[in-house]
């Protein structure tokens, strides 16, 4: 049986890939932090994985640190850290202005480097740990419609591999997942928010695919859990497209 560290940290927990993510790390046998912004739905997945809800804002340094500490406390140590919480707000990058990037920004990339930062100190002391970025495809092909959130994500695959090459030497390693379209709330919501444009877009996504679906929440928080465990341990710096082959590199 392969390896996870005994206590995870995992960010926007409470819906989607996060909630999968907390289910099957719980699953294999780890204490499971849910930290998400949704404080109910935390709570929700929380209770039914034995874990522990927290409130936390990505994008709001004080928050993430206080969301750490509470976590440290309560878990002892961190050792595996998924970075999933995400957002996105579809318009086409003309008709977007400052706000829109700052909040989108501030979320997907910041967020994951705030969230890093609070965590990655008490890993390289205790001399291990498993950092899983959740990135996107948007970030390695780009996304009509979210070119900030591209951005984003592309952002996160470079921090991804700096923070790998920094950490090695304190057996940290940093891997991140690049999801194809995924049925979550984030996905569908595109599709209830703008109609027959978004259902398009959906289409367009899978139809991108070489497997020509959609992929379920459960699917990722598989490639998650390897690259978490010991499976992975001589795989760093290395972002895992789990997007039925929609893009291949
Ligand atoms: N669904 C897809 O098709 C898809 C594709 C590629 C990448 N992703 C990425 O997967 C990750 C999870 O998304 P999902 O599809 O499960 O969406 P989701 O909307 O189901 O879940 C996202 C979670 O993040 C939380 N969150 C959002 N902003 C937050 C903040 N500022 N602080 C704390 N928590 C916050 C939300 O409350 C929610 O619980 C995101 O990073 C997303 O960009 C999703």
Request: negative net charge.
């Amino acid at each position: 049986m392969r390896q996870l560290g005994r206590s995870a940290f995992v960010t926007g927990g409470a819906s989607g890939i996060g909630a999968a993510t907390a289910r099957r790390l719980a699953a294999e046998g780890a204490r499971v932090a849910v930290a998400d912004q949704d404080e109910a739905g935390a709570r929700t997945v929380a209770a039914e994985i034995d874990g522990i809800a927290l409130h936390v804002d990505v994008a709001v340094g004080a928050s993430v640190r206080a969301c750490v500490a509470l976590a440290l406390e309560e878990l002892g140590r961190i050792d595996v850290l998924v970075n999933n919480a995400g957002t996105d707000r579809f318009a086409f990058f003309v008709d977007t202005d400052e706000d829109l990037w700052d909040h989108v920004l501030g979320v997907n990339l910041r967020g994951v480097l705030a969230v890093t930062h609070a965590v990655l100190p008490g890993m390289q002391a205790q001399g291990g740990g498993a950092i899983v970025n959740v990135a996107s495809e948007a970030g390695r092909v780009g996304s009509q419609g979210s070119a900030t959130y591209s951005a984003a994500k592309a952002g996160v695959i470079g921090f991804t591999k700096a923070i790998a090459r920094e950490s090695a030497r304190y057996r940290v390693r940093s891997n991140a997942v690049a999801p194809g379209p995924i049925e979550t709330p984030l996905l569908n919501g595109f599709a209830e928010r703008h109609g027959e444009l978004g259902r398009r877009l959906k289409q367009g996504m899978v139809d991108a695919t070489a497997m020509g679906r959609s992929g379920a929440p459960e699917e990722v928080a598989a490639a998650i859990a390897y690259l978490a465990s010991d499976d992975a341990s001589y795989v760093t710096g290395q972002t895992l497209n789990v997007s039925g082959g929609l893009s291949m590199w």
